[in-house]
């Protein structure tokens, strides 16, 4: 097994771009989330999904819209970036009824 | 907004010292859960706990759930190199055990350098 699986590992885009932040399990776990890291803030919960055709938002939602049409992959779009959603991406799926999440590589992204 | 206050921010250590860390929420906690994330990857799950009161050991690591359910703390004994990190505390908050594991809250992290 891959585990959790991200793309791009690093990503540069300008102001007002949009981007896919792709990221895909073939563990068959239900439940998939996305992080956000930045200095000193820890993770923060941006959408999840506990099932294919089911998300929900998270801490920080605003700026990103997620989907979820298969088990496997939950995508992560920027529809319009802007510098402050330069950060660390980090995706993550557990299994249900269980508490450990599986962390992906991570996505650095930097808005100019 | 954060939920956990994680403490200290970091920490620098010599070899085969001892570590403590711990988190604090003004909420209760279902579950506590300690990670441990190396440059450039993702956060590793080390130890969960699910009770009130639990004390779990993961080799020379240590772990406690408040019995107020509002705490928690990692210990590391006779540190070595590779335990260089940041170390997370996550939580379930009560009312979110429907949806377990999919949704926990994070502490700030604590950055440990472990000087050889």
């Known amino acids: 097994n891959a585990g959790v699986t991200q793309t791009p590992k690093f990503q540069v885009l300008k102001t007002g771009q949009s981007m896919t932040l792709q990221c895909a399990q073939d563990?068959?776990?239900?439940?998939m989330s996305w992080y956000r890291q930045d200095p000193g803030m820890g993770l923060r919960l941006i959408h999840y999904?506990?099932?294919?055709?089911?998300?929900d938002q998270g801490e920080v939602p605003n700026g990103y819209n997620v989907s979820r049409s298969t088990t496997e992959d939950f995508p992560l779009r920027l529809l319009s970036a802007a510098p402050s959603q330069t950060s660390v991406y980090f995706c993550?799926?557990?299994?249900?009824?269980?508490?450990?999440?599986?962390f992906g590589p991570g996505t650095r992204l930097t808005v100019l | 907004g954060q939920q956990l206050n994680q403490s200290p921010q970091s920490m620098f250590i010599q070899e085969g010292e001892d570590v403590s860390m711990n988190c604090t929420s003004s909420s209760i906690f279902n579950t506590w859960l300690w990670y441990k994330q190396d440059p450039g990857e993702g956060p590793v799950l080390l130890i969960a706990?699910?009770?009130?009161?639990e004390l779990t050991s993961n080799g020379r690591l240590t772990a406690q759930f408040g019995i107020t359910r509002k705490d928690s703390f990692l210990n590391i004994s006779a540190s070595i190199p590779s335990d260089v990190g940041i170390y997370f505390c996550?939580?379930?908050?009560?009312?979110?055990?429907?949806?377990?594991?999919?949704?926990?809250?994070f502490g700030e992290g604590t950055q440990l350098t472990v000087n050889p």
């Open positions: 999904s506990v099932g294919a055709g089911i998300t």
């Open positions: 993550a799926s557990t299994q249900a009824g269980t508490d450990t999440q599986y």
């Open positions: 996550a939580g379930q908050l009560k009312e979110w055990e429907e949806t377990s594991g999919s949704r926990l809250t």
């Open positions: 706990l699910y009770k009130a009161g």
């Open positions: 563990m068959n776990h239900e439940y």
